[in-house]
């Protein structure tokens, strides 16, 4: 049942950042805050895309392993979401070996080019052009596979945004762009810093189609994304889904994000994409019992995960001499 | 090895033009590809290889260039085209944060193999903004390597090593130098990071790179050089550069002078002469432009310039220090 493999991809995404966010807990010395004094077992600035669940599940879904994904800073969703194993991915924000990235990029970087995850980004709207790129690639080549962009409602204001649309418009490049609009920029609210009428109207003042979907709602997601994804296959051009969340947590993992009102969270919080989707399951006639079995894999996944990553080995110092690049490599002085 | 003449442009055309006909991989990306390019060095491309491999572009420096990361990371082997290193700045992030960082930071699953042309240097009058040269900037960055050719030989040897080594690479053609004529000899194949010893000398080395040389070769026939033995270098690449030839050479004259036609100031000229001075305790002396602005009238321009003149003032100033 579709709705049920939303439900399970949410939920597990949820665990996932539940548990990184406790593991995270004093590592890294920003709004005020100082640096734990121990060290936390997930080190420096974690996103979290916690109640953002149902835009990565409704779109990676729609999905096969060959299609391709650029995403954020704020990526290990679309990451578990495109199939990435998250015992490598929470080796990773441990940084250990066997990280998806070696413990070379950590949450903010996290890639798993193996199901296709082209990378996280530090950068906001620097997956934009990547994503362009590798979808004129694929063309070139004549494969007939896609590009989900995964892009936030903040870059929507840089200049790849605009440089990236039109230039997906112009070679009709098979890349479906969605803006996972959690309505704010780090601390700032990002309606009062937007001309206009955003990023569906942006996108549409280029040519392309766009779809604005609740992101909450991870079968309106699913079903939106399938649309735009089947003419995206056809060979119709980019399409842009507009996908409206909402961000439950602080920028990073250790901001309270007390900036914001209380009652405006709340709100948020009764509207969790996990509570919309269960209660969709139970109107569908699924058993509380059933959910509830899901609920408790996806925790026995990620505690399962968190284990293997207290377990893992760090790299050796030696690695960060590796994959630097083959000219002069050796000469680091 | 029977080579035949070509310009400094020319070269590289004929580099990119049989590259792209020997990998089908090889595509180049940017504005104005299909009339030739702003320089000439695309001419015919596209007419022989089509649109989809040579890419005309919206004026979008960025998303080129990010594209370009998003190409090579699906197969593709892109020649960027920024037209001038200036232009290039609209590009910063996707060089230094998405092209020459992917395959570190993503733990080795990916490789950037781009070549990204960003012509470099003070040309036709062209003032501030279209004048400079920053290929310092560049060396400065883990990731990727920089290269400067000097000759159409080097250009023709060192686009195709650049395309082959499967790294970014910054390639920073002189855009004075686009009609520089010289034998090239197509089999000739060069490594990135092996220096060119132009003259042999024992008495000074002089390291130089890109429109460095010429001026460099024509002070050594000034009547106050006539008579010195000038070993000169054409570095060839910035990054991985050549400090085997530049350490030997002048541990054994006991004098470096360095000369380029940045601006001095933390220019590369700064790291080639510390590293030496660590290596082998020389004598050491810089030469390049003062940290101004290029100026567009001649007479502003020139205090910006390289001459012969002014090089081998430097360079006898150095030899009248003690050793």
Not at chain 1, 141 to 148: C, E, I, K, S, T
Not at chain 2, 205 to 220: E, F, I, Q
Not at chain 2, 267 to 294: K, W
Request: with cysteine; charged share 20%; aromatic share 6%.
């Amino acid at each position: 049942m579709r709705l049920l493999e939303l439900y399970r991809l949410m939920r597990r995404i949820r665990a996932f950042e539940d548990a990184a966010e406790e593991a995270s807990q004093g590592g890294v010395a920003a709004w005020g805050l100082a640096a734990a004094a121990k060290p936390a077992r997930v080190r420096g600035p974690l996103h979290l895309s916690t109640g953002q669940e149902a835009v990565a599940a409704g779109v990676c879904l729609n999905l096969a392993r060959e299609d391709l994904l650029t995403s954020t800073h704020r990526g290990h969703g679309h990451t578990l979401a495109k199939g990435a194993d998250p015992t490598r991915m929470m080796c990773e924000l441990f940084g250990r070996a066997n990280g998806t990235n070696q413990g070379k990029g950590g949450s903010m970087h996290i890639a798993d080019f193996s199901v296709g995850m082209l990378g996280a980004n530090g950068v906001v709207a620097a997956g934009i052009p990547i994503a362009t790129g590798a979808a004129q690639a694929l063309k070139i080549r004549g494969l007939p596979h896609v590009v989900a962009c995964f892009f936030g409602d903040g870059a929507a204001n840089r200049g790849p945004f605009l440089e990236g649309l039109n230039w997906a418009q112009v070679y009709q490049l098979p890349v479906l762009f969605v803006c996972e609009d959690n309505r704010i920029s780090a601390t700032t609210p990002t309606a009062p810093m937007t001309a206009g009428e955003g990023v569906s109207a942006r996108a549409e003042a280029l040519g392309l189609r766009a779809l604005k979907v609740d992101g909450n709602d991870a079968r309106a997601v699913d079903t939106a994304a399938a649309t735009l994804l089947g003419a995206v296959r056809a060979g119709q051009g980019p399409r842009l889904l507009h996908a409206v969340t909402y961000r439950f947590k602080g920028h990073v993992s250790v901001d309270p994000g007390n900036y914001r009102d209380a009652a405006e969270v709340e709100a948020a919080k009764r509207n969790d994409p996990l509570l919309v989707t269960r209660g969709q399951l139970l109107a569908a006639g699924v058993a509380a019992a059933a959910i509830d079995a899901i609920d408790r894999d996806a925790l026995g996944e990620i505690e399962r995960a968190l284990a293997a990553a207290e377990a893992a080995p760090w790299p050796e110092a030696s690695a960060a001499y590796d994959d630097v690049m083959n000219s002069g490599a050796g000469v680091w002085r | 090895m029977s080579g035949s003449p070509l310009s400094y442009a020319q070269a590289a055309l004929l580099a990119l033009q049989q590259a792209m006909q020997a990998d089908a991989t090889v595509v180049a990306l940017g504005e104005d590809l299909g009339r030739g390019g702003v320089f000439g060095q695309y001419r015919g491309l596209q007419q022989e290889f089509g649109p989809q491999r040579v890419i005309d572009t919206p004026i979008s420096e960025a998303n080129i260039m990010g594209a370009a990361v998003g190409m090579a990371l699906t197969g593709l082997r892109p020649v960027v085209e920024m037209r001038v290193i200036d232009f290039a700045l609209c590009a910063m992030d996707e060089i230094v944060n998405q092209a020459a960082k992917n395959r570190f930071m993503f733990g080795g699953q990916g490789r950037v193999p781009l070549v990204a042309r960003m012509p470099i240097g003070i040309w036709s009058a062209s003032a501030a903004q279209h004048s400079q040269s920053l290929e310092a900037w560049f060396a400065h960055l883990p990731g990727v390597a920089v290269v400067c050719p000097a000759t159409p030989q080097d250009n023709f040897s060192l686009l195709k090593a650049s395309l082959a080594c499967g790294d970014p690479v910054v390639y920073m053609e002189h855009k004075e130098l686009w009609g520089l004529q010289g034998e090239v000899d197509p089999t000739l194949e060069l490594l990135l990071g092996r220096a060119n010893t132009v003259r042999r000398g024992n008495d000074l080395t002089l390291v130089t790179w890109s429109r460095g040389l010429a001026p460099t070769l024509l002070a050594l026939e000034l009547d106050g050089l006539k008579g010195v033995s000038v070993e000169v270098i054409d570095l060839r690449t910035l990054w991985p550069w050549d400090q085997t030839a530049v350490f030997e050479s002048a541990a054994r004259t006991g004098r470096l002078l360095v000369v380029h036609e940045a601006v001095q100031v933390a220019g590369f000229g700064a790291e080639v002469a510390a590293r030496t001075a660590e290596a082998t305790g020389c004598r050491i002396a810089r030469l390049g432009a003062p940290r101004i602005p290029v100026g567009y009238a001649q007479v502003l321009e020139n205090e910006s310039r390289l001459s012969p003149e002014k090089i081998a003032a430097a360079a006898l100033h150095l030899l009248g220090t003690a050793r």
